[in-house]
């Protein structure tokens, strides 16, 4: 068997499960495409991720589009889909992974008495039947099945230690933990994970795995205590986003571990030198800006404004910092950006920063560069973050921001002139407002009819100074649908046009529908 298997993960080896392309993609808002989807799965890939768990096929066709087009280009990564306990979703599943070198199955259903009474309206004896059905079928597929019973931090012990093993013997390779609901406390969680291990007779036969909600935010301490217990894979997604309060942080989990060698003494695959890179992919993609003083990879995780502080790390960073920046993928360098800087020290400057961009791409974001060059007087790593972030997002959309014109002030209405390309035609409107923004979103409305709701418009300056760029996060709401987006421009009314667009061209892709003929205005 391949050496990075999972099942071949020596006693201190813990799998990294990462399912920020499933659970992380139902944050309200947090969609993501098929072309961005695999951008993802390969960066996870190159991080060393052991399992990638693409989606949940049965969902939709663009799921199930974009879990099969992960399994066809990944390779060192296991390549996962879930699926409840019903026939038509494990072999929806089975399909969509069919092309994966290493495929597996992760069939689920609620074992708790809340889920059981309230959701299935299924006694004790029916889910246990479901758990043997099920299984049963996703082993007929795979050889990798995982089997979760949700809510199981609130389920009867018996009763789970009853399914578990009932799981085992039909085939599953991995059992998962979850605390689907983030209410169980470290402790209490890690004697679960030492009760199952003592009372599952077959447990030696499977990996045991986490899967932690933050909605207390322990999510993280939780899984770390269930590995100390006996666990053996972490659930967890990139920048911690997912269903409600999200789920465990990746960055967090791994910098734990490898920092914390005295107490954690434990090894993982992942290359922590690709988690900036990570990141801030999908923050761009989600348009879920990270908060700077988030663990590791927030802005201000490596930021020290006070004297003392300052002093300190001047004179050892060890003083202040219990981690190397370069270990999770900041870079800084003398390579000083500007006006004069060509095509080649542009390209260098991105590989440091994490970015690799075919011809195409680097041509249009050494062009945004240089236009940016020219109204800022000193280019930060930041602004070279957000510009290509911003190109990366905007790569595969249908509605695209062409040019923009303003009046605005204290004795005239605000007036927006804007032209966008719809289908590659572009198309140009004059409307007013309350306010600039407000014009600007007219405008759009009037190029493109819809009835999204706007839910969030949110701005925050890259780096400081007037000169600085604006990254403006937009989410909109349709039919229950939610989409987020972001962009970013020295002008903020720029970087807000073309964040409404970013977020109504996923739209479109969430209503599985193409954009319709220009409209003339």
Not at 64 to 83: D, N
């Amino acid at each position: 068997m391949n050496d990075q298997s999972p099942k071949a993960a020596g006693d201190d080896r813990v799998v990294i499960f990462d399912t920020t392309l499933r659970d992380g993609e139902q944050s309200p808002g947090a969609s993501m495409n098929t072309a961005e989807k695999l951008q993802v799965a390969r960066v996870l890939e190159e991080m060393g991720v052991d399992v990638i768990e693409a989606g949940f096929p049965i969902a939709s066709e663009d799921d199930f589009h974009a879990v099969r087009e992960i399994a066809k280009v990944v390779e060192g990564s296991v390549v996962c889909g879930l699926a409840r306990a019903a026939s038509a979703d494990i072999d929806r599943c089975a399909e969509a992974i069919a092309p994966a070198a290493r495929g597996r199955i992760h069939t689920f259903i609620g074992t708790s008495p809340l889920h059981r009474q309230f959701q299935l309206q299924l006694d004790q004896e029916q889910v246990h039947e479901r758990v043997v059905q099920s299984v049963t079928r996703a082993r007929g597929h795979t050889d990798d099945v995982e089997w979760s019973a949700m809510d199981a931090s609130r389920t009867e012990a018996d009763f789970l230690f009853r399914c578990i093993e009932t799981a085992i013997r039909c085939g599953a390779t991995t059992i998962n933990i979850p605390d689907t609901v983030g209410y169980a406390y470290p402790e209490e969680f890690a004697d679960l994970i030492r009760a199952i291990r003592d009372n599952v007779p077959n447990i030696d036969k499977a990996v045991i795995s986490v899967h932690c909600h933050n909605d207390l935010g322990m999510a993280v301490a939780n899984s770390l205590r269930a590995v100390q217990a006996g666990a053996r894979q972490i659930e967890c997604t990139i920048n911690g986003i997912g269903e409600r309060a999200g789920n465990a942080a990746l960055e967090e989990l791994v910098m734990a571990i490898k920092t914390r060698q005295d107490i954690l003494p434990y090894q993982s695959r992942v290359d922590s030198r690709e988690i900036m890179r990570a990141s801030r992919m999908v923050s761009a993609f989600t348009g879920f800006a990270v908060q700077p003083n988030k663990a590791i990879v927030g802005a201000n995780a490596f930021a020290h404004e006070s004297g003392i502080h300052q002093d300190g790390v001047l004179k050892n960073a060890e003083t202040y910092e219990i981690m190397r920046p370069e270990d999770v993928g900041l870079v800084k360098s003398n390579l000083v950006m500007g006006k004069h800087s060509g095509r080649h020290a542009f390209k260098t400057k991105l590989h440091e920063l994490g970015y690799e961009l075919g011809d195409n791409a680097l041509e249009d974001a050494f062009v945004r560069f240089k236009a940016l060059a020219d109204k800022k007087k000193e280019i930060f790593d930041e602004d070279l973050v957000a510009l290509v972030d911003d190109e990366i997002a905007a790569e595969s959309q249908e509605i695209r921001f062409v040019d923009l014109y303003l009046q605005c002030g204290s004795k005239i209405k605000p007036t927006a002139e804007l032209v966008l390309a719809i289908k590659d035609e572009q198309v140009r409107a004059v409307e007013v407002g309350d306010g600039p923004v407000d014009a600007i979103f007219n405008a759009i409305k009037v190029l493109y009819p819809h009835t999204a709701e706007l839910q969030l418009f949110q701005i925050h300056a890259v780096t400081e100074g007037t000169d600085a760029q604006a990254i403006v996060s937009v989410r909109l709401a349709e039919d229950g649908r939610t989409v987020s987006a972001q962009a970013a421009d020295t002008d903020t009314m720029v970087a807000s046009a073309r964040s409404y667009v970013a977020a109504l061209n996923k739209l479109l892709t969430k209503r599985g529908k193409k954009a319709p003929a220009a409209l003339s205005a």
